[in-house]
């Protein structure tokens, strides 16, 4: 049990294991949280959702995943979800909710070459959101965007049953460079929380790139909301509680729960 005083309680809200990477970034910037990463796996993929139907099932789902475990901050580590639901999601509950964007503002600063792969699914390459983003901030940049419909789930069939993934980072390699100034592109955005899980395996199929992803920020922006929330930190060296719940019909495989076990994180609920 949690006692009374508990270091800050986070829920990171995603349809699949793309909370690992969010989780993971946050971790390591505040050791003492206790995270709650919560796997919507019976509603995953969120791309393929419509949006009102969406925010009617994450709304539902969070606030039941709130009744049984309480929480001081909530992340929707998703981007095709972030861009959807925050509005509704910020009217149920009265605590705060950090969403996650594709991190191009980070790419554009950092390319040299001014053209940025932006790496994600099919509905974020198509929101208008992430348009006005390459708007506001890489407009003078090229950008090469590759909606992929089967990487997300690829990466879910790996950690889930330990699914072959070789083929699929092909593919997503021949989407990327085929442009005209694909030779020239120096920085991808990965745009969706499941892909920095398959980095190390991209960078050695694409090196010389740099590749962002929205996890620093996001736990950047966790740190920042706890101490403007004062919710208790304390100079406690011990790190936080990191728990798992899946959501769905489907219960978790002996080869996902081997994972989590290898990343030091509890399934519960099952």
């Not at 509905?123 to 390459?134: E, F, K, N, P």
């Not at 798992?244 to 099952?270: F, H, M, S, W």
Request: charged share 15%; hydrophobic share 45%.
């Amino acid at each position: 049990m949690i006692p009374e005083t508990h270091a800050p309680r986070v829920l990171i809200f995603d349809s699949g294991v793309g909370s690992l990477s969010i989780g993971a970034a946050i971790h390591q910037l505040i050791p003492q949280a206790n995270l709650l990463y919560t796997m919507d796996h019976g509603g995953f993929p969120y791309g393929e959702w419509q949006e009102e139907a969406l925010v009617t099932h994450i709304c539902h789902s969070v606030s039941a995943v709130l009744q049984q475990y309480p929480s001081d901050i909530i992340v929707i580590a998703c981007n095709s979800a972030s861009t959807t639901v925050l509005p509704a999601l910020r009217r149920m509950v009265d605590i705060p909710v950090i969403g996650v964007v594709p991190a191009i503002k980070p790419a554009a600063q950092q390319s040299r070459s001014g053209v940025i792969g932006l790496l994600a699914t099919p509905g974020t390459v198509a929101r208008a959101y992430t348009a006005q983003l390459i708007e506001d901030f890489a407009s003078h940049c090229c950008v090469i965007p590759v909606g992929s419909r089967v990487l997300a789930p690829a990466i879910e069939s790996h950690f889930w049953h330990k699914e072959p993934i070789a083929e699929v980072l092909d593919n997503v390699k021949t989407a990327l460079y085929n442009h005209p100034r694909a030779n020239d592109m120096d920085t991808v955005v990965l745009a969706c929380t499941h892909f920095p899980l398959i980095q190390k395996p991209l960078a050695s199929l694409m090196p010389n790139i740099s590749w962002i992803d929205s996890g620093e920020a996001i736990a950047r922006r966790v740190a920042h909301v706890i101490k403007e929330g004062n919710l208790p930190l304390g100079s406690n060296i011990n790190a936080g509680v990191q728990r798992v719940l899946v959501l769905g019909d489907k219960r978790p495989t002996a080869i996902l729960y081997e994972q989590l076990n290898a990343l030091g994180l509890q399934l519960i609920g099952c």
